[in-house]
Each structure stands twice: as structure tokens, then as C-alpha cells.
Nanobody, 124 residues
């Protein structure tokens, strides 16, 4: 059992920065691949970024690569998403997700545990 709680969302102007946090409880962070997804009304959930259980490999969607960075603090059981140079199209509810180590086709599928989401709104 893994519980995920996102925080840090809010309103920010285009070009600004925001850092999201995902507090993980129930299991050790090092046993799971962690990821961030986002979703807007009427659209499917979109992959944003992922971090391997070892903390050594990452995957970022092309739309956010070099602007967003996923990271973690194992001692705090927390995963972060640093978002820089925010754009209007980054507006969405952002979700933290976790999947147990195993066989998966890629970093973007198979997530088993989800947080409740935190709203990020980018204004002009």
C-alpha cells in the first residue's frame, strides 16, 4: 500500500516557476518508480516526468523537457517536480503516481497508485 499526497500547486504567471511536492507514505520510496502526470477537463491524463526507483534515471515529456525536473528526497519520502518557464498550456491538475518495480514497456505506463492531484494555473 502506497499513499501519495500532492501539494504546491497554485496560480503563477507565464514564465514563472513553481515546485510541486508529493509526500509518499506506506512503503519506502526506493521500491517504486515515481512519476508526475497532468490532466485538463475533457482530455486524457498526460505523462509529464518519471524517476527510477534507484533515482538514477529520468524521463521527461518533450513538452516539458529542460523546463521541468523531477527529483526526490528519500530521507523525506518526497518527490518533487520543479517547473520553470511555465506556459499557459501547462495549466492542469498535476498528479503524483507510483509503480512497483517490475517489467514495463516504458516509463510512462503501469502506475498503480495515484494522489488526489494539485491544481496549477498559469496566467498571462
Amino acid at each position: 500500500q502506497v499513499e501519495l499526497v500532492e501539494s504546491g500547486g497554485g496560480l503563477v504567471q507565464a514564465g514563472g516557476s513553481l515546485r510541486l511536492s508529493c509526500a509518499v507514505s506506506g512503503r519506502t520510496l526506493s521500491d517504486y518508480m515515481m512519476a508526475w502526470f497532468r490532466q485538463v477537463p475533457g482530455k486524457s491524463r498526460e505523462f509529464v516526468a518519471a524517476l527510477s526507483a534507484e533515482g538514477t534515471s529520468t524521463d521527461h515529456a518533450d513538452s516539458v523537457k529542460d523546463r521541468f525536473t523531477i527529483s526526490r528526497d528519500v530521507a523525506k519520502n518526497t518527490v518533487y517536480l520543479q517547473m520553470n518557464s511555465l506556459k499557459l498550456e501547462d495549466t492542469a491538475v498535476y498528479y503524483c503516481a507510483a509503480r512497483r518495480i517490475g517489467f514495463y514497456r516504458n516509463f510512462r505506463e503501469g502506475y498503480q497508485h495515484w494522489g488526489q492531484g494539485t491544481q496549477v494555473t498559469v496566467s498571462s
